[in-house]
Nanobody, 121 residues
Framework: VQLQASGGGLVQAGGSLRLSCTAS??????VGWFRRAPGKEREFVAV????????MYTDSVKGRFTISRDNTNNTIYLQMNSLKPEDTAVYYC?????????????????WGQGTLVTVSS
């Protein structure tokens, strides 16, 4: 099983980035994104049910970030708009074989490497 994240970079405040995560090796029931800001614990950002598209977001990104997936190429996306300096973090994609509604790290079995997002003010 492999999750390969990409798309991070440097962007000015107010700008946009789209992160991608390509999954291979098996199917998943839930996929999501977490992030770790400098000096902080890793935190939940967004999650969705792979089949039905049910989506959940942490409050600080609601209305700005959108999680989606493309079944044809097993790719998960995180579209990030109106970025703020406080969104600066390493972003990780995660997947679960039997996800229902959890948004904590133990709810996800598989993790990709991080991709760094830096938002300048």
């Amino acid at each position: 099983v492999q999750l390969q994240a990409s798309g991070g970079g440097l962007v000015q405040a107010g700008g946009s980035l789209r992160l991608s995560c390509t999954a291979s090796g098996r199917t998943f029931s839930g996929v999501g994104w977490f992030r770790r800001a400098p000096g902080k614990e890793r935190e939940f950002v967004a999650v969705m049910n792979w089949r039905g598209g049910r989506k959940m977001y942490t409050d600080s990104v609601k209305g700005r970030f959108t999680i989606s997936r493309d079944n044809t190429n097993n790719t998960i996306y995180l579209q990030m708009n109106s970025l703020k300096p406080e969104d600066t973090a390493v972003y990780y994609c995660a997947a679960s074989a039997d996800w229902y509604s959890g948004i904590k790290e133990p709810d996800f079995n598989f993790w990709g490497q991080g991709t760094l997002v830096t938002v300048s003010s």
